[in-house]
């Protein structure tokens, strides 16, 4: 019998938990290394600056346009123009420096990779 109200208790206790939380763009629930809804993040260096990569969007649902930020410390980010075709959906990008001396950025889009 107290196994079940031990049970019953962690269950209420999750519940009024998750909905006492904030929502993800309140004060203080943000992104720690750039604000906004980021997900899937790779971060390259490239000579002496950083590039992070990421899926972007504000819903929650990858749907969001192809972005870098640069960093010279790895503190301060600046979000940089991208030279690339107008995509929503891109999803964990990566970069690679090819040995041809080519960077190459790939992401998936649903059910391909690019």
Do not use: E
Request: glycine fraction near 10%; hydrophobic fraction near 40%.
């Amino acid at each position: 019998m107290n196994k079940i109200r031990l049970v019953v208790a962690s269950l209420l206790l999750g519940a009024a938990t998750g909905f006492a939380q904030k929502p993800f763009n309140a004060s203080g629930t943000g992104n720690p290394i750039i604000s906004g809804y980021f997900a899937d993040p790779t971060v390259k260096k490239f000579g002496d600056t950083y590039y992070m990569y990421a899926t972007t969007d504000g819903s929650g649902a990858g749907f969001g346009p192809a972005q870098v930020w640069t960093s010279k410390d790895f503190v301060n980010w600046t979000l940089m123009p991208m030279n690339w075709p107008d995509s929503h959906w891109i999803w964990a990008p990566d970069v690679m420096k090819h040995t041809d001396g080519n960077y190459y950025y790939f992401y998936c889009q649903p059910c391909m990779i690019h």
